[in-house]
């Protein structure tokens, strides 16, 4: 069974740019969190996506969005960057409604922004 | 909001000693509560869980414990080994409004050091 896989693995950017993080889930699985990981620090909740719907976000500003598709993949987009959104972007998958409550992560997706 | 709290930040073990990293919370009504850990360069991998309708938990060397009148939790690491070396993260279900329990809330991290 493949995991959750996360694209690009490293992305630079430079500040005031756009970036887009993309996310597949492990097949079966509807949900999918984005987390936000800065160095030295721990996961901050960024996203929540079920069935295609943004069901809840954390306490991040606007520019932070995103999207589920029809094949519960998800795209993360960061607008008007700037260098403190420089961090390890993180992606999970659960299949919701399922007895198994973990979540299974991706790899990542390294954002530096210059 | 759900706050995890998880202590100590750093922890530095002997081989073959034990370790113990403990969190509490603040949402009663949580019910999961999973550790993950995350070496260096890699994905946080679910290590061990507990619902909250169980006390204790063990697989081989690890072992979580769950008061839930206190709430808080502990994760309990016997005859560590120089690959038990990572940062630890616990983490407690957390009641969103409309939409069930979906939201994991993470605590902040131990860094475990084993020393050969």
């Known amino acids: 069974e493949a995991g959750v896989t996360q694209s690009p693995t490293h992305l630079i950017k430079t500040r005031g740019q756009q970036a887009t993080l993309r996310c597949s889930p492990i097949?079966?699985?509807?949900?999918v969190y984005w987390y936000q990981q800065a160095l030295g620090l721990g996961l901050q909740f960024l996203l929540w996506y079920d069935e295609g719907e943004e069901r809840n976000r954390g306490n991040f500003p606007p520019r932070f969005s995103g999207r589920q598709f029809p094949n519960y993949s998800s795209e993360l987009n960061v607008n008007a960057l700037e260098l403190e959104d420089s961090a390890l972007y993180l992606c999970?998958?659960?299949?919701?409604?399922?007895?198994?409550?973990?979540?299974?992560f991706g790899s990542g997706t390294r954002l530096t922004v210059v | 909001g759900e706050n995890v709290e998880q202590h100590p930040s750093t922890l530095s073990v002997q081989e073959g000693d034990s370790a113990v990293i403990k969190c509490t919370y603040s949402d009663s009504a949580s019910n999961y509560f999973p550790w993950y850990k995350q070496e260096l360069g890699k994905r946080p991998q679910l290590i061990i869980d507990i619902r909250s309708n169980v006390g204790e938990k063990k697989d081989q060397r690890i072992a979580v414990t769950l008061n839930k009148t206190a709430k808080h939790f502990s994760l309990h690491i016997t005859e560590t080994q120089p690959e038990d070396s990572a940062v630890y993260f616990c983490a407690a279900r957390t009641r969103t409004t409309n939409f069930g329990n979906e939201k994991l809330t993470f605590g902040t991290g131990t860094r475990l050091t084993i020393i050969p």
């Open positions: 097949s079966g699985h509807t949900s």
């Open positions: 999970a998958s659960r299949e919701r409604g399922g007895i198994n409550y973990g979540y299974t």
